[in-house]
């Protein structure tokens, strides 16, 4: 049985946060959509970008709202999702690395578009490899298929 000593686990957290503040990780996840947001142009451009609608100044105070966490408004997932692929198209990661440390993950590597679109072509170009793979193979168990001319 493993026994923890009195405020051992608070003294742990401290550390943790120090390690990751030494690294220049953000103290929250409020924190980190705030650099994401710098890295972007700042709450005016953003603000835009999530609600063109509402125009420059009610967006901006929109967003500011939703990045203090003593107001109530707060932003959804498609919104946070949304200024995390902005940040990342500036080459920011503060959101996602925040979040994977937070978690105890390995920080992810950013794949570039180009680099997907090739994985994407490779990919298609293999599956077509095996689909005329089982179409042999169908054919030597059920013999040619004879196909009508219209």
Known sequence: MCR?????LSK???????????FGMPDSFFDALIECVKACGGSKAVGVALWPSKGV???????L????????EKLSLD????????????GCHAG?????STLS???????EPRDESAELQRQYIEAARAM???AERIERLQGPVLTRAA
């Open 4 to 8: 923890m000593v009195p405020g051992a």
């Open 12 to 22: 742990r957290i401290q550390t943790t946060a120090r390690d990751l503040e030494a």
């Open 57 to 63: 100044e009610a967006a901006q105070r929109q967003l």
């Open 65 to 72: 709202a939703c990045l203090n966490p003593e107001r109530g």
């Open 79 to 90: 919104e946070l999702l949304h200024i995390m692929r902005l940040a990342r198209e500036k």
């Open 96 to 100: 996602v690395n925040y979040i994977c």
């Open 105 to 111: 993950y390995s920080q992810p590597q950013p794949i």
């Open 132 to 134: 005329g793979k089982l």
